[in-house]
């Protein structure tokens, strides 16, 4: 699986944007950006994904380098209830092994009030 | 229902102890998913389902762990003889096929070997 890099931690302020970034130099053609995010005693929980074109739905928005070598995820407005681990994530969904998520180490974001 | 629902939520169980750990996907969910999760570290892949078809098992760590999915949807992850090691969050996921697809996660299973 390629393998994705993250900061090990990030503050924010709440109520301020938040850019999650996250580089997957060896990114192949077919692999997919997915990012989840894990709130305390709970299971992981979805938040987006993108192949090439910058996306947006009511959770984030994730911003794809021309070249696919990074990423971020960006909060627009941070709350308190966003403070999590959050990973991002390559799915290659062409083999049945590529259908599995491999989590690496992922970002504590704090949030401040 | 509207999400994973995962069963028992916590379990404690003596080393040697046989466990039982249920999964009902959501309705419809073609793929399920087993991960363990240790403190402080990111989930880990056990294995894949699709439908009753055990696609993938390469995750599972020994012989003592089975997953079962007999009729594509309720699945079960036994763990036999469990020991200190298998201590950890055991978490399931579903979505609804093997495509670019969000998985959704149900809340795990914390279980505790003593």
Known sequence: DAKTTQPNSMESNEEEPVHLPCNHSTISGTDYIHWYRQLPSQGPEYVIHGLTSNVNNRMASLAIAEDRKSSTLILHRATLRDAAVYYCILRDVRETSGSRLTFGEGTQLTVNP | ?114
């Not at chain 2, 469990?82 to 299973?109: K, N, R």
Request: glycine share 12%.
């Open chain 2, 1 to 114: 229902g509207a999400g994973v629902s995962q069963s028992p939520r916590y379990k404690v169980a003596k080393r040697g102890q046989d466990v039982a750990l249920r999964c009902d996907p959501i309705s419809g969910h073609v793929s399920l998913f087993w991960y363990q999760q240790a403190l402080g570290q990111g989930p880990e892949f056990l294995t894949y389902f699709q439908n009753e078809a055990q696609l993938d098992k390469s995750g599972l760590p020994s012989d003592r762990f089975f997953a079962e999915r007999p009729e594509g949807s309720v699945s079960t992850l036994k763990i036999q003889r469990t020991q200190q090691e298998d201590s950890a969050v055991y978490l399931c996921a579903s979505s609804l096929g093997a495509g670019p697809y969000g998985y959704t996660f149900g809340s795990g299973t914390r279980l505790t070997v003593v």
